[in-house]
């Protein structure tokens, strides 16, 4: 069974930077890939970045440049560092990994200020 619980969100102004971690209950090298997603009200959830086995990895248009997802394995957690932060990034980010089929964290609420 596995299980994802982010932390990591909070309130930044605009501009400013956070670093979102998912903490993986059980061995990551089961799950692949993994990814981060967000949902603003009112809007559907959409995907944001994902890493996959081999180290590559993937950005929505709006996040290249400016978000890097990764993932450390040692302490079998997975990232996603955002910088330049903008207020239309306000959303629920959510965690996610596949592992037959797919599993969700709870999600961390993210506010960016103007």
């Known amino acids: 069974q596995v299980q994802l619980v982010e932390s990591g969100g909070g309130l930044v102004q605009a501009g400013g930077s956070l670093r979102l971690s998912c903490a993986v209950s059980?061995?990551?090298?089961?799950?692949?890939?993994m990814a981060w997603y967000r949902q603003a009200p009112g809007k559907q959830r959409e995907l944001v970045a994902i890493i996959f086995s081999g180290g590559s990895t993937n950005y929505a248009d709006s996040v290249k440049g400016r978000f890097t997802i990764s993932r450390d394995s040692a302490k079998n957690t997975l990232y996603l560092q955002m910088n330049s932060l903008k207020p239309e990034d306000t959303a629920v980010y959510y965690c996610?990994?596949?592992?037959?089929?797919?599993?969700w964290g709870q999600g961390t609420q993210v506010t960016v200020s103007s």
């Open positions: 059980g061995s990551i090298f089961s799950i692949n890939p």
């Open positions: 996610n990994g596949y592992a037959g089929r797919p599993y």
